[in-house]
C-alpha cells in the first residue's frame, strides 16, 4: 500500500474527448467469467475497437456489486444473475460514439447466453479524485509490493502521481491461450486533471476484457479500516 497526503482536487469542466457508452440490456444470465466471450461478440460487431487504443469494455456486474472492493473467486461455470437494470458499458472516443450506438437492438451470444442491447446513452467521466479499476493485468507470482511499484512507474509515465493506493486480492480470467491474471488498484486524492487523464488512458494490457478501466469511487477510507498507512517510497 501506498500513502502520501496532499492537497485538493481543484474544479474544471469534464472534456468529452473520451466518454462511457451505456446501454440498456435484456440478458438474465452471463457467466461470472465472461470477459472472453464479451470481448469477442463485441469485437465481430464493431471490428474498429481493435484500431481504437482509447476503447475499453467495462465487463458486466449485478446489482450490488457496482463499488465492491473485493469479489471472491469464481468457477468457471458460474453464472450472474442480472437485473433489468444491468447495463453493458463501453468506454470510447466520442468519435466513435455514434457508430457503436448502431448497436441498438443487436443480439450478442455471449458464451451461449443471449444478450439483447437496447438504447444507449453517452456519459461523461467523473471528476472525483478517487478511482478504482477492478482488474488490472499482472504476473501471478506477483506480489501486492511489486505489483504497487509497477503500478506506480506505469503511471509515472501518464502524469499520474500515486499519492494513496491500495490494491484486492488477485482474480484470473480464463482464455483460449491460458489464464489472464488480474489485481484490483483503487487511488485516491487524484488532481482533476489526473483523474481525467487516467480514465482517458487506463493503464496496463487486455483494455478490451476489463482491464485497466478506471471508474469513480466515493472514497478509499472505508476499505482502509484494517490497514495501516505506509508512505510512499
Partial sequence: MF???DGRNERCIIPDAVMDLSFQMNCRHLPVDHAYALSTALRQALPWLDEEPLAAIHLVYAAGSQNGWMRP????DELLHLSRRARLCLRLPRTRITDAQRLTGTTLNIAGHPLTLGRALPRSLSKLGTLFARHIHCEPEQGEGAFLQDMARELAVLGVHVRKALCGLGM???TPEGPLFTRSLMLADLPFAESIRLQQQGVGRHRLMGCGIFIPHKD???VMIKERPEPLQ
Avoid at 473467486?73 to 468457471?76: D, G, L
Wanted: charged share 30%; aromatic share 16%.
Fill in 172 to 174: 484470473e480470467f480464463h
Fill in 220 to 222: 478509499i477510507d472505508p
Fill in 73 to 76: 473467486r469464481h468457477s468457471p
Fill in 3 to 5: 500513502w502520501q497526503e
